[in-house]
């Protein structure tokens, strides 16, 4: 191992002792009635495994590339719609589809990956990691719910999901004060309450998933598995060391199987 | 103003220290007086960075939430001791509004730093930090980033042609209109994937994945970050004592604390406002440098 390896390394296990001291941190101010550090430090510590779980499997070219295009195009629906109505956006929308095409991890990357690229142009905040989490949460759903069966890719089941997620989207975002309410008053009234106030926007999320799901859901589903099969990445069928990446054979013998 | 000045010229992995902690002490740090000393240290560095731009930009949204936060507050936490007023028959206690106060600053705190985040940490910055932590994901954030700015070019493009075939959005019944942009969105879809999986296998031919990914670092870490990262460094640890041994934040529940600062108060409010301020030190240093350099010329 060389030097360079060893910094690459230390870089990722430095990340222990600090969620570990953060942790304790968040836990102490806890103690003392403040609650506003322990949600932020939790949800990015919740994103570790998944970032590690990427990281860990071989990658293709042709993967990294269509998880970043469907980030993009997360990122870029979301920009026209964040000045006309907030919340009325279909970036969960993409986001689901692109977790039901290919795949819960795929999924949960082009959610965290969208949130964090839109917000590079809606400006970064507080927010990001929630976002990303909850997006990130979105994909990785919808890609354990629909991916594998076909009859749940219909219309009406996803848009069930579709509409579960526009709630739960704007629960997650609602945590930090939530949260922050509870530590005050250990009233489930009041964190009741928060959560009724927000309830609008919650709808208008669930009304604009419903109506994209609805309306682009199948033809995009089309569209997407037809790439998936033309280009032979992020198959159903898990390949655990197809590495070696083989054009034409490859693609072939894979499309065989599928269809099996 | 460009990269290689004052507080922006810092090694990424300083800025995201100084960020870490001021968010960290924001949080930590609950005393509205603290707070509101951490703002004005938040809008001095704003000035400082694009002569308040970008904060003048924000101030609506941010007052906006601010004013809600406010507003909530005594409306849903009915805890506390001195009961200013019944509203029907709830009672709006002084240290629910109190606490809504302390909370609504500690968010203007957060999202004024933030602003000043956007400027100084650009999106290089980030992702040469991320990149070292996770290569495959920081290379999806920042094709996908690049990939922006392109698809929005491509779809205008598209809209314009399709237009000239009768199919736009802006015209006929809504079922219409949804029909049309389905189409338009399916073509820029179709279309980007197209190209992006020839831009995949463009990089596949030119080797990726089959070795390490090497990258250009193009942040040297200098004797500047050394110093700031000691002073950061200092003062974190200062103010870790300090809240640790009970000071730097205000009892609010059951009945309210004093706000008047007694000696360890002052000491967190100090190091606070020392620690969001120090990288000033480095753009002072420079724009004297430029002026001397300007003089001499």
């Known amino acids: 191992m060389n030097s360079k390896q060893l910094r690459l390394l230390s870089a990722k296990w430095v990340i222990i002792p600090i969620g570990i001291a953060y942790i304790g941190l968040a836990w102490l101010a806890l103690q003392r009635g403040n609650s506003l550090l322990i949600g932020i430090v939790l949800v990015l510590l919740s ?32 920009i026209p719609f964040a000045a006309l109505l907030p919340n009325f956006t279909p970036v969960t929308f993409v986001v689901i589809i692109s977790g039901v095409v290919f795949g819960a991890e795929a999924g949960w990357m082009v959610g965290a990956a969208g949130a964090l690229v839109s917000n590079m142009f809606l400006g970064q905040g507080p927010w990001t990691p929630w976002q990303m ?8 759903t919808a890609g354990l719910f629909a991916h594998r069966s076909t009859w749940r890719q219909r219309r009406v089941p996803l848009a069930i999901l579709g509409v579960i997620w526009g709630f739960l989207h704007g629960w997650i975002m609602n945590l930090t004060l939530a949260l922050d309410q509870w530590v005050q008053t250990h009233s489930w009234k009041a964190v009741a309450a928060k959560y009724a106030l927000s309830l609008p926007f919650e709808l208008t999320h669930a009304a604009a998933n419903l109506f994209f799901i609805i309306v682009f859901g199948p033809s995009w589903i089309r569209l997407l598995e037809r790439y998936r099969r033309k280009y032979g990445t992020l198959e159903r069928l898990e390949y655990p060391d197809d590495a070696a990446y083989k054009p034409v054979e490859g693609g072939v013998s894979r499309e065989a199987s599928t269809v099996k | 103003m460009t990269d290689s ?28 007086l603290i707070l509101l000393a951490g703002w004005a240290a938040a809008v001095v560095v704003n000035l400082h960075l694009d002569g308040g731009r970008e904060w003048r930009r924000w101030t609506v949204p941010m007052a906006v939430g601010c004013l809600l936060i406010l507003l909530m507050n005594p409306i849903l936490s009915h805890r506390g001791r001195t009961v200013l007023y019944y509203f029907g028959d709830m009672p709006i206690t002084l240290e629910s509004v109190v606490y809504g106060m302390t909370l609504a600053l500690s968010m203007l705190n957060l999202l004024t730093l933030f602003i000043t985040y956007r400027l100084v940490m650009s999106e290089q910055k980030f992702l040469f930090l991320f990149s070292r932590l996770s290569p495959k994901a920081a290379l999806v954030a920042m094709m996908a980033l690049g990939m922006v700015p392109r698809l929005r070019r491509r779809l205008q493009e598209l809209m314009l042609i399709q237009r000239s075939r009768g199919i736009t959005v802006t015209e006929g019944s809504l079922a219409q209109r949804a029909r049309n942009g389905t189409r338009i969105v399916g073509t820029l879809l179709s279309w980007t994937l197209e190209d992006a999986l020839q831009t995949a296998d463009s990089m596949q031919a030119r080797g990726y994945g089959t070795g390490r990914r090497s990258g250009y670092a193009g942040f040297r870490f200098r004797s500047r970050d050394m110093w700031t990262v000691s002073a950061l460094t200092a003062c974190a640890v200062l103010l870790l004592g300090v809240w640790a041994s009970g000071y730097g934040f205000m009892k609010v529940y059951p009945n309210l604390g004093s706000f008047r600062l007694i000696t360890g108060d002052q000491v967190a409010l100090a190091g606070y406002i020392t620690y969001l301020l120090l990288p000033l030190g480095w753009e002072w240093r420079d724009r004297k440098s430029w002026r001397t350099l300007k003089y001499k010329m």
């Open chain 1, 133 to 140: 989490f909850a997006w990130g949460m979105a994909g990785y």
């Open chain 2, 5 to 32: 000045f004052g507080f922006r010229s810092l090694h990424p992995f300083t800025i995201l220290l100084y960020y870490a902690g001021g968010i960290t002490f924001g949080m930590l740090l609950f005393h509205p």
């Open chain 1, 47 to 78: 994103m570790i495994p998944f970032v590690l779980r990427f990281e860990r499997r071989e990658r293709k070219a042709r993967e990294l590339m269509l998880i970043a295009v469907m980030a993009a195009v997360a990122s870029i629906s979301r």
